[in-house]
C-alpha cells in the first residue's frame, strides 16, 4: 500500500498519480480502475474519483469511452501546443520573478543548483529531473503570481509525462551542457535584477528544452 502525504485524501492521491505519470511509471494509455487505485492507496472511492477528476482538468488522465480513465496519450499537437504556451507564460513569469525577488529567493535558488551539477555529472536522469523541476517550480514562485505558478506547474508535469523529458540526460551533452549553464545565468539575471535579460534567458530555455525533446 502507497503511504500518502498529510493532506486532504485527494489531493494527496492526485499527487502521488501525477508524480508516477510525470516520472514515465504510469506510461501513456496505462488504465486507471478506481477500484485498483482505492486499494493501492488505501482511501475509498471518492478521493480517487476525486483525484482523477482533477488529473482530467490537467490533461494528465483521460476517460475513454471503452476502457474507463486512462493515463492521456498525448499527440504531437499537444506537444507542441505545450511548448507554445510555456514559450508565452515562462518568460513572463520569471521576467516577474526578476522584478519580485527577494534575498531569500536567490539564495533558494542557489542552493538548488548543486543538485542539478551532480545529476548531469552522474548522469542520472531521474535525478535531474526532479532538481530540475525544483529549481524551475522555485523560480516561478519568486514571481509571487499564484494562478501563474499553479498554470506552469500543470503545463510543466503534463510536458514530463508526453515528452518524457525524466530523459532530459541522453539527450545530446552539447544541448544538455547548455541547458544546465542557463540555470545558473538565470539566477545571476534574478540576483541582478535584469527583467530583460531573465526572460530571454527563458524564452532561449524553452526552446531548448522543446529542441531536446524533439518537440522543436
Known amino acids: 500500500m502507497i503511504r500518502l502525504a498529510a493532506k486532504t485524501r485527494a489531493a494527496a492521491v492526485a499527487d502521488e498519480l501525477r508524480r508516477m505519470i510525470r516520472t514515465g511509471e504510469l506510461p501513456p494509455g496505462t488504465p486507471l480502475r478506481q477500484d485498483h487505485l482505492a486499494a493501492q492507496f488505501g482511501v475509498s472511492s471518492t478521493p480517487v474519483r476525486e483525484a482523477l477528476t482533477t488529473l482530467v482538468r490537467e490533461r494528465l488522465v483521460?476517460?475513454?469511452?471503452?476502457?474507463?480513465?486512462?493515463?492521456?496519450?498525448?499527440?504531437?499537437?499537444?506537444?507542441?501546443?505545450?511548448?507554445?504556451?510555456?514559450?508565452?507564460?515562462?518568460?513572463?513569469a520569471t521576467r516577474l520573478?526578476?522584478?519580485?525577488?527577494?534575498?531569500?529567493?536567490?539564495?533558494?535558488?542557489?542552493?538548488?543548483?548543486?543538485?542539478?551539477?551532480?545529476?548531469?555529472?552522474?548522469?542520472?536522469?531521474?535525478?535531474?529531473e526532479q532538481a530540475d523541476r525544483a529549481f524551475h517550480l522555485?523560480?516561478?514562485?519568486?514571481?509571487?503570481?499564484?494562478?501563474?505558478?499553479?498554470?506552469?506547474?500543470?503545463?510543466?508535469?503534463?510536458?514530463a509525462a508526453w515528452a518524457h523529458l525524466h530523459t532530459a540526460c541522453?539527450?545530446?551533452?552539447?544541448?544538455?551542457?547548455?541547458?544546465?549553464?542557463?540555470?545558473?545565468?538565470?539566477?545571476?539575471?534574478?540576483?541582478?535584477?535584469?527583467?530583460?535579460?531573465?526572460?530571454?534567458?527563458a524564452a532561449d530555455h524553452v526552446w531548448l528544452t522543446a529542441e531536446g525533446s524533439g518537440a522543436a
Request: aromatic residues 4%.
Open 62 to 92: 483521460h476517460y475513454d469511452p471503452h476502457r474507463g480513465a486512462v493515463v492521456y496519450p498525448p499527440t504531437a499537437a499537444d506537444v507542441r501546443e505545450n511548448f507554445e504556451i510555456r514559450l508565452a507564460l515562462e518568460p513572463l
Open 97 to 128: 520573478a526578476a522584478e519580485h525577488r527577494s534575498d531569500e529567493a536567490v539564495a533558494h535558488l542557489r542552493d538548488l543548483l548543486p543538485a542539478l551539477d551532480a545529476a548531469v555529472a552522474g548522469a542520472d536522469p531521474a535525478a535531474y
Open 138 to 159: 522555485a523560480l516561478f514562485a519568486a514571481a509571487d503570481r499564484p494562478q501563474l505558478l499553479q498554470m506552469l506547474t500543470a503545463l510543466r508535469d503534463a510536458a
Open 170 to 201: 541522453g539527450i545530446d551533452p552539447e544541448l544538455l551542457a547548455r541547458l544546465h549553464a542557463q540555470h545558473a545565468q538565470l539566477v545571476d539575471a534574478l540576483a541582478d535584477g535584469d527583467g530583460d535579460r531573465a526572460q530571454a534567458l
